[in-house]
T-cell receptor, first 111, second 115 residues
C-alpha cells in the first residue's frame, strides 16, 4: 500500500520569501509518480508539479520546484518568492495506479 | 467538455435518504476517480474506473456506497440511506489513463450535507 506523510499542518511565510513544504512517502512499487496540488479556499484542486520515480533531475514549474530525494523517500515542494495568492492548502500525492493524498499543509503568506 | 463537470454543486438531504452525484469527465479521458474530502481533511480515495476494466472499489467505506460509469463517460456515485458522517465534499477527477505518470483534472465537487 502507498502512504504519504505531511508533517506540517500549518506553515507561515513572509511575502517574497521561499518556503519548503515537507512530504515523505512509502511504496514498494518501483514505478510511481509524485504530485503536488494546491487547494485554495474556493475548494478547487490545482495541479502544481509532477516528479516521476525514474526522473534523474528535480522537477521545476515556474516558482515551484520539487526536491526529490529518492533514497530518503522525500518529495518536498519549494515555493520561491512567495505571493499572497499562494495562501492555500497544499497536498502531496503518490500515484502507482491511483493518487493517494497526504493530509495537507496549510500555507499562509503574510505581507 | 473543457473540464470535469459535477452536479449538483450542493446537496442537502435528510438522514436515511438516497442521493446520486454525477460526474462528467473530460472527453477522451479513459480514467475516472471519486474522492471524498471531509471538512479540513485530505482527500480519501473511493473508487476508480479505467476503460472497460472492472472498477477498483477498494476505497468505498461501506456497501451503502456504489458507483457506475455508463458508456465509458458519465459516472454516478450513489449513497444509500445517508448518514450524517457522509457529509463531505465529493470530488470527481479524470485522467487520460490510469498509471503513475498521469495527473488528474478535478471537478469543483459536490458538497453533501446530511441533516
Amino acid at each position: 500500500a502507498q502512504k504519504i506523510t505531511q508533517t506540517q499542518p500549518g506553515m507561515f511565510v513572509q511575502e517574497k520569501e521561499a518556503v519548503t513544504l515537507d512530504c515523505t512517502y512509502d511504496t514498494s512499487d518501483p514505478s510511481y509518480g509524485l504530485f503536488w496540488y494546491k487547494q485554495p479556499s474556493s475548494g478547487e484542486m490545482i495541479f502544481l508539479i509532477y516528479q516521476g520515480s525514474y526522473d534523474q533531475q528535480n522537477a521545476t514549474e515556474g516558482r515551484y520546484s520539487l526536491n526529490f530525494q529518492k533514497a530518503r523517500k522525500s518529495a518536498n515542494l519549494v515555493i520561491s518568492a512567495s505571493q499572497l495568492g499562494d495562501s492555500a492548502m497544499y497536498f502531496c500525492a503518490i500515484n502507482t495506479d491511483k493518487l493517494i493524498f497526504g493530509t495537507g499543509t496549510r500555507l499562509q503568506v503574510f505581507p | 467538455g473543457a473540464g470535469v463537470s459535477q452536479s449538483p454543486s450542493n446537496k442537502v438531504t435528510e438522514k436515511g435518504k438516497d442521493v446520486e452525484l454525477r460526474c462528467d469527465p473530460i472527453s477522451g479521458h479513459t480514467a475516472l476517480y471519486w474522492y471524498r474530502q471531509s471538512l479540513g481533511q485530505g482527500l480519501e480515495f473511493l473508487i476508480y474506473f479505467q476503460g472497460n476494466s472492472a472498477p477498483d472499489k477498494s476505497g468505498l467505506p461501506s456497501d451503502r456506497f456504489s458507483a457506475e460509469r455508463t458508456g465509458g463517460s458519465v459516472s454516478t456515485l450513489t449513497i444509500q440511506r445517508t448518514q450524517q458522517e457522509d457529509s463531505a465534499v465529493y470530488l470527481c477527477a479524470s485522467s487520460l489513463a490510469a498509471g503513475p505518470d498521469y495527473g488528474y483534472t478535478f471537478g469543483s465537487g459536490t458538497r453533501l450535507t446530511v441533516v
